[in-house]
Nanobody, 120 residues
């Protein structure tokens, strides 16, 4: 039974901050890369940030310098710290854990999503 559970969403004013958490169960989290995606109503799901098994991270250009992705393998969890939030960054944020074994065995696991609202 694999499950990813997001938490930490909510409503903030423009310029505010939120910290999202993604708790994994049913997998050995340290073996998985992890990413955060955002989806607004009527729009495609968009990659926001990604972190490898080794801890290397990358970000969408629009969030560089403001968002930080991290992981704590001992807690089977990943995180997204979001600072200076903008109204256009509202939406549902999903975490994704991805595993591949030399491209032969592949597995993607998605969370249910966390709602983020940015409004004044």
């Amino acid at each position: 039974q694999v499950q990813l559970t997001e938490s930490g969403g909510g409503s903030v004013q423009p310029g505010g901050s939120l910290r999202l958490s993604c708790a994994a169960s049913g997998i050995v989290f340290s073996r998985y890369a992890m990413g955060w995606y955002r989806q607004a109503p009527g729009k495609q799901r968009e990659l926001v940030a990604h972190i490898t098994r080794g801890g290397d991270s990358n970000y969408a250009d629009s969030v560089k310098g403001r968002f930080t992705i991290s992981r704590d393998n001992a807690k089977n969890s990943g995180y997204l710290q979001m600072n200076s939030l903008k109204p256009e960054e509202a939406g549902v944020y999903f975490c994704k854990a991805s595993y591949s074994d030399n491209g032969y065995y592949e597995r993607d696991c998605w969370g249910q999503g966390a709602q983020v609202t940015v409004s004044s």
